[in-house]
C-alpha cells in the first residue's frame, strides 16, 4: 500500500519561509515523477513543482525563483522548501505520486495515482 503523508505546513508571515515534506511508503521516490499541487478555497487544484524520476524539475511560474523541489532518496521523502512566501500562496498543497517516469513541464492531476492528505499553508499580509 502506497502511503504519502505531508508535513511542514504552518502559518507565516510574507516574506517568510517553510520547508514541507512528503515522507512516502510503499513507493520509491526515483520510480516516477512526483511533486506538489495547491488548492485554495473556492480554486481548482493547481500546480506547483515537480520532480521526474530523473530529478529534472518543473515549476509554475508563479513559484519559479521561490520555490525548491527536491528529494532525498535515502529517506524516501520529498521536500519543497517554500522562500518568499506571498499571501497568494496560501492554500492546503498537497504531495502527489504517479508512475509516469517524467513530468513534462505541465502534468496533469491525472497523472497522479497518489495522493497525501494535505498540509496548510497560511501566508499573511
Known amino acids: 500500500e502506497v502511503r504519502l503523508e505531508e508535513s511542514g505546513g504552518g502559518s507565516v508571515q510574507a516574506g517568510g519561509s517553510l520547508r514541507l515534506s512528503c515522507a512516502a511508503s510503499?513507493?520509491?521516490?526515483?520510480?516516477?515523477?512526483m511533486g506538489w499541487f495547491r488548492q485554495a478555497p473556492g480554486k481548482e487544484r493547481e500546480r506547483v513543482a515537480f520532480?521526474?524520476?530523473?530529478?529534472?524539475?518543473t515549476y509554475a511560474d508563479s513559484v519559479k525563483d521561490r520555490f525548491t523541489i527536491s528529494k532525498d532518496n535515502a529517506k524516501n521523502t520529498l521536500y519543497l522548501q517554500m522562500n518568499s512566501l506571498k499571501p497568494e500562496d496560501t492554500a492546503m498543497y498537497y504531495c502527489?505520486?504517479?508512475?509516469?517516469?517524467?513530468?513534462?513541464?505541465?502534468?496533469?492531476?491525472?497523472?497522479?495515482?497518489?495522493w497525501g492528505q494535505g498540509t496548510q499553508v497560511t501566508v499573511s499580509s
Open positions: 520532480a521526474s524520476a530523473d530529478a529534472s524539475t
Open positions: 502527489a505520486a504517479g508512475t509516469i517516469l517524467f513530468c513534462g513541464r505541465t502534468p496533469s492531476l491525472y497523472d497522479f495515482t497518489y
Open positions: 510503499g513507493y520509491i521516490l526515483s520510480a516516477g515523477c
